[in-house]
Every structure is written in C-alpha cells, then in structure tokens.
C-alpha cells in the first residue's frame, strides 16, 4: 500500500495562500487512496469489462499520484535562483539558447489553454530536454522521458489564489522552483 507523502513543508510559500496548499494536499491524498482502493479490487477481480475498466482508470489514479509528488517534491518555500554553471543549467543554455529562452517556453507551454500538467522533461536516450503538455494526468507522456521539473495547470493549483489568472500563479510557481531538487532528477536521469 501506498502512503501519501508529507508536504507540510511548503506551507508559507509566498504566492500559495495555506487554505489553497491544505486543500491541494488533500487532493493528492485522495489519489494515493484511489491507488490504494483500485489496486486491492484488481486483485481479486475476474476478467471482464467492469476489470477493465478499472485497469484503464488505475493508471489515472497512479499519474495523478505521481505527478503531484514530483510538482511538490520541486518546490520550495525559501526563493532559489538556478545555478548558473550546473549541468542542468548548462543543457537547458545548450537545448534552448539559454535558461531564459527556456522559460519563457516552459511559460507559455504552462499557458496554454486546457487543464494538464506542463513538465520539463529528460529524453535519455537522445540526451535532449523538452518541455511538453500533458492533457489531465494520461495524455501526453512522451515514452522513455524523466520529468525533471513539473507544474501543475489544473484550476484546483491556482483558483483559490488567482482566479483565471493562470499567468499570476505560474510567475509564483517560478519564484519557488527547488533548483537542487530538479538538478538531481536531472543528474539521476
């Protein structure tokens, strides 16, 4: 069984108000529930569409899980600036141009339209980074890619604290990026 993880720690992160964070925890929780639920039914359960079915929204449930562990898990309360001679740093210079050509795509690829998830990720076996969309939790992932830094773009991220302003909520998001963090995904990628 799964435990869903604490992030207690990101409470007081300037931009993210304590009511919308609580409330996002407790959301990510509900999926490590969900996995947990769906994973004792599959055990015993035959073959059959209603088996199926459950298949098809276990891999929901777990990217749901997952993906909120890895958009925690880069965040920060203390404001990190990227080092600028790290190896992620230097492959984002050498991907894009430099870390602000990059960001300014992570943004706008965060500011499209739709709910989804907008990550950074790691093609290992082309060493190339990108930054893509991924549509709800399950569509999207680019096969063999590591997500080095993830944002999440569903409303329940930000309406609490911007309203519409999807724009205001991925400035803050910026503003907490936990670089070592994303630095190691990268170097373990």
Do not use: C
Request: zero cysteines; glycine letters at 6%; hydrophobic letters at 35%.
């Amino acid at each position: 069984m799964y435990e869903p993880k604490k992030y207690d720690h990101l409470i007081g992160t300037p931009g993210f108000s304590n009511t919308l964070l609580a409330n996002h925890f407790t959301l990510y929780e509900g999926y490590v529930k969900n996995v947990n639920t769906l994973l004792e039914k599959l055990k015993s359960i035959e073959p059959s569409p209603e088996a199926s079915e459950l298949k098809r929204r276990f891999g929901w449930e777990w990217n749901g899980m997952r993906l909120h562990e890895y958009y925690f898990g880069n965040m920060t309360r203390e404001a990190q600036q990227a080092t600028s001679d790290s190896q992620l740093t230097t492959k984002l210079k050498e991907q894009f141009g430099s870390v602000d050509a990059w960001e300014k795509d992570f943004r706008n690829t965060g500011a499209m339209r739709g709910i989804g998830w907008t990550m950074l990720v790691h093609d290992r076996s082309a060493k190339k980074l990108m930054n893509v969309w991924v549509t709800e939790h399950d569509m999207g992932h680019l096969a063999g890619t590591e997500p080095i830094l993830v944002l999440d773009v569903f409303e329940h991220a930000y309406i609490t604290d911007y309203g519409i302003k999807r724009a205001d909520y991925i400035e803050s998001f910026m503003k907490a990026i936990n670089w070592q963090e994303t630095e190691q995904r990268f170097r373990n990628s």
